[in-house]
């Protein structure tokens, strides 16, 4: 039987086994997934275990450490310094960044396109990867961030001036606790609005990254946060007419893409989708 895991400190909350299991299922392969909570000061002592798997996810706060473990890094693991995905193979530990799939495949099913004009709501972890890829795809992008967070949102401009010196991309330094219109000197209108924050996540569900008022005249949101199902962001979108997205799409997504890695696996698209809906009734 195959054996694959998922590493991370703590990890009482993941769907990551639920997610795969159900993967494995839906594949016809025999394996187990388990969960493995590794403290960072662990890892190095962990690597001859971790090499008996088959293969394993790495989540917080293990992605960017866990590159030492690595002998071979894929493409996007490469550009974002940032690996979630390992598939062993003998002596070759092959480290992918399966998070930027997962998001495009996300950004397709909401309907949205990252070519337009987009406001991104936090630029740390994930965030980073959002950014980038929405200059990539020639996208107006305007990153809000708190104070504390403008360096490293600078630091992520500079990058993608360096891929494109003609990238449409600004800062806008959130003044309060939220983005509001008294952030900008002239309130412009974004088709896309995407929170890569962990503001509304559980257990503050009552907050919200923005004012309603910067969703106005948006077509579409994105929020990466998946606890809970529906964030209020989620909510107000809804309430204004705008087609949202919470981040389950993304977890799932990203884990379809890591049984593609592990196994060659491919799934028919209404399933992935009864999957995306059975595991949002479970937050």
Known sequence: ???????????????????????????????????????????????DELAELDGFNITIPHKISIIDYCNKLSTGAQQYGSVNCIRNEGDVKYG??????????????????????????????????????????????????????????QEVVSEIKKMNPEARVRIVTIKGNVVSPSDFDEMPVFDLVMNASPVGMFPKVDNMPCDEEILYGAGYVFDVVYNPRDTLLV????????????????LVFQAVVAHGIWNNSKFKDEDIKTLISDMEALV
């Open 235 to 250: 909510k107000t979108a809804g309430k204004l007419g705008i087609r949202a997205m919470s981040g389950m799409a993304m």
């Open 96 to 153: 992918f960044n399966t998070d930027i799939l997962g998001f495009r495949k996300s950004i397709d099913l909401l309907g949205a396109n990252l070519s337009s004009r987009v406001l991104l709501i936090g630029c740390g972890g994930v965030g980073r990867m959002m950014a980038i890829e929405t200059a990539l795809f020639n996208g107006d992008l305007t990153i809000a961030v708190l104070k504390q967070g403008l360096e490293a949102a």
């Open 1 to 47: 039987m195959k054996k694959y895991a998922i590493i991370g400190h703590s990890l009482g909350h993941t769907l990551s086994p639920n997610i795969h299991e159900r993967l494995f299922k839906l594949s016809g392969i025999e394996a187990e997934y388990v969960k493995m909570d590794i403290p960072p000061e662990e890892l190095k002592n962990k690597y």
